[in-house]
């Protein structure tokens, strides 16, 4: 059974950080690509952050360029996301993903609530 779990959402004061985690199991997590996206209230859901499958290449939207970091650790099966400078636009549902474009296959995770707030 495939799962991705997602942690350490929350809410933060603007200038802040905070470190999310996906914790991957049930596919053959070094394979896959991972990807965060995140979904505001009333928006589409977009693509924050990916990392290929064994790290080599990273891309990032615009808007989150030079404050967040995606990384993974495949011995772990876990993709983290480091989310500094934090701004009130960053507040959203934020949701692992992982996929293998070339066979048509992805997973997602639940999601976790990140809230910048003062």
């Known amino acids: 059974q495939v799962q991705l779990v997602e942690s350490g959402g929350g809410l933060v004061q603007p200038g802040g950080s905070l470190r999310l985690s996906c914790a991957a199991s049930g596919f053959t997590f070094s394979t896959y690509a991972m990807n965060w996206y995140r979904q505001a209230p009333g928006k589409e859901r977009e693509l924050v952050a990916g990392i290929t499958s064994v790290g080599a290449i990273r891309n990032y939207a615009d808007s989150v360029k030079g404050r967040f970091t995606i990384s993974r650790d495949n011995a772990k099966n876990t993709v983290y996301l480091q989310m500094n400078s934090l701004k009130p636009e960053d507040t959203a549902v934020y949701y692992c993903?992982?996929?293998?474009?070339?066979?048509?296959?992805?997973?997602w995770g639940q999601g976790t609530q990140v809230t910048v707030s003062s």
């Open positions: 993903n992982a996929a293998r474009i070339y066979k048509g296959e992805a997973y």
